[in-house]
């Protein structure tokens, strides 16, 4: 099993290429099965995930073929051999669920393993079902899958979340393209990867308004065409990089990072005195002097400060000056990373879903391990501001969301290293 060593240094310096985002591809993927013509993706990014998904799809018929190194995605779901979605994929990433709306309307039947336990909460799919069901679907819980049906077809609904879940949303807005009749989804997510999904949808001849706002109505078509379309920039890997500088000082340009998409964010680097600067390229981040200064986060749904990027605010608190409070109200057990931090001389408390950070002058290296994707990455970041070295285990899980992780981080001066722990 692979491990990552990391050294502290002092400031760093160049700039990052970011990628196309994982959840948006995640989301466009599956969105092939709603039509017969083939879709492909530009700017895919190169991750264990996207493989993960590649053979979910290719496992119900669907021809995917990975182009340029694997930005390219071209899908073609022409024919499909089975509507179900087996465990043994669909156990290893969340996202499998994806498949469930597209199967539905373009089948009027589907079986979706349910996903399982996740490291960092439950994460039921009760939104999904019942949203589903309000347009017309029969679900039900059978030996662990959802044997979902539609007879006739899907119908339009008017329907409200509970939760502004992204996956639901995504579900229904994929499933509602191929209705019959109107869909109005009330409390939908407005993450930017919905937006990106909903242009792509639209170029499939999808007809769909209010994207990026609560309400999303989508008028059902008979059939969706094929189309090419570029994934939308990754605003988690954006905003993890943005942090390297931010915890180490430096200045470091992020090439095609937006503003829009990590709003919430800047205000908070803003108030620790880290700048932010838009630039042709991108965004361009710099800390000069000193130490950056405790400010508080609460995690909510976009456009509020993204669960995704608790964790590595969290390393960057974890040498502030002062006192924050992290507080995560999107998944019930996010803090996993807490306690590696502490081993590397943080001061963290937690309580329920709240993390205190009382900022430390410096970290010291320690080996660590990783429990999910985010948390591995902060523990990276950690590494990069402590004093001596971080051994990084369980490294897989980075592999799933970041590419090429080690390289970026040395090509801004970043003392970085993958070892084969074999
Ligand atoms: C997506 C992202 C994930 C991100 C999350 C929140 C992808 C592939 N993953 O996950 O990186 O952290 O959004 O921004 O895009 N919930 C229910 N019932 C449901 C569905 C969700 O109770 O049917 C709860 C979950 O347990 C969780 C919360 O709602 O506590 C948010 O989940 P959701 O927005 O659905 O996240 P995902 O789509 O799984």
Do not use: W
Not at 31 to 60: G, V, W, Y
Not at 98 to 106: E, S
Not at 110 to 115: G, H, W
Request: hydrophobic fraction near 40%; proline fraction near 4%.
């Amino acid at each position: 099993m692979d491990s990552i060593i990391v050294t502290g240094n002092g400031p760093l310096k160049g700039q990052i290429p970011i990628a196309g985002a994982k959840n948006a591809c995640l989301t466009l993927m599956p969105a092939t099965l709603l039509s017969e013509e083939p879709l492909t993706l530009t700017n895919a990014p190169r991750l264990s995930d996207i493989k993960t998904m590649t053979e979910l799809l290719q496992s119900l018929g669907a021809e995917v073929t990975s182009m340029q190194d694997g930005q390219v995605q071209a899908m073609s779901s022409h024919n499909l051999s089975t509507t179900r979605a087996e465990y043994d994929i669909v156990r290893k990433m969340r996202a499998s669920n994806l498949v469930l709306g597209p199967l539905l309307a373009r089948e009027h039947h589907a079986e979706v393993s349910l996903p399982g336990g996740c490291a960092i909460g439950a994460r039921p799919m009760d939104l999904h079902i019942t949203a589903l069901e309000a347009m017309g679907a029969e679900i039900e819980l059978k030996d662990g899958y959802l044997h979902a049906k539609a007879p006739g077809g899907l119908k339009g609904a008017v329907h409200e979340l509970r939760f502004a879940s992204v996956g639901a949303t995504e579900n229904v807005v994929m499933a509602a393209t191929l209705a019959k009749g109107t869909t109005v989804l009330k409390n939908a997510a407005r993450e930017p990867e919905i937006v990106d999904l909903v242009h792509c949808l639209r170029k499939m001849g999808a007809q769909i308004d209010g994207e990026g706002t609560s309400t999303i109505t989508i008028q059902g078509v008979d059939r969706l065409s094929g189309a090419t379309h570029p994934v939308v920039t990754d605003r988690i890997e954006l905003g993890t990089y943005m942090l390297a500088p931010a915890i180490c000082g430096g200045e470091v340009e992020l090439l095609g990072g937006r503003i829009d998409l990590v709003g919430a964010f800047c205000e908070k680097l803003d108030a620790a005195g880290v700048s932010v600067e838009e630039t042709d390229s991108g965004l361009k981040v710099a800390r000069k002097n000193g130490r950056v200064r405790a400010v508080d986060v609460v995690t909510e749904p976009f456009p509020g400060f993204p669960t995704d990027l608790q964790a590595q605010m969290m390393a960057l608190m974890c040498t502030a000056e002062g006192t924050s409070v992290l507080e995560e109200r999107i998944f019930e057990n996010r803090f996993m990373h807490a306690p590696e931090l502490m081993r590397m001389g943080a001061e963290i408390e937690v309580h329920g879903g709240t993390a205190t950070v009382t900022g430390v002058e410096k970290l010291k290296g320690a080996p660590v391990m990783a429990t999910d994707l985010r948390a591995s990455v902060s523990l990276i970041l950690a590494g990069l501001a402590a004093e001596g070295e971080t051994i990084v285990n369980r490294v897989y899980h980075l592999d799933r969301g970041y590419e090429r992780v080690e390289e970026k981080l040395r090509n801004i001066g970043a003392r970085i290293e993958r070892v084969n722990a074999e």
